[in-house]
């Protein structure tokens, strides 16, 4: 079953999530991946403020479930594992 993501609000605040892929975050617990910091607009958040997160950020296998047109670079440097966006993702996903 993958590591499934959801945005907790749509809005318009750009967010980065460059270094959120499997092969970062394997052998980490939920918790500790809901605490991790990404830029939002122009500041540190906490991710689990930002997203709701079921399952083992440790599966090879992350499903971003809707639309993530404000959140930029999804699978930067991603190296093993895979990610499947339902929707639609912002800048720079996949490089």
């Known amino acids: 079953m993958p590591f499934t993501l959801t945005l907790r609000a749509a809005d318009c605040t750009p967010m980065d999530f460059r270094g959120v892929t499997p092969d970062a975050w394997r052998g980490a617990t939920l918790r500790e991946f809901l605490q991790c910091r990404v830029l939002s607009g122009n500041r540190p958040t906490a991710l689990g403020e930002l997203v709701e997160a079921v399952g083992d950020p440790g599966e090879d296998e992350w ?33």
Not at 64 to 85: M, Q, R
Request: proline share 3%; aromatic share 6%; hydrophobic share 40%.
């Open 63 to 95: 499903q971003f479930a809707g639309d993530w047109p404000n959140v930029h670079g999804i699978g930067v440097g991603l190296a093993d594992g895979e990610i499947v966006v339902e929707g639609s993702a912002g800048r720079h996903a996949g490089v």
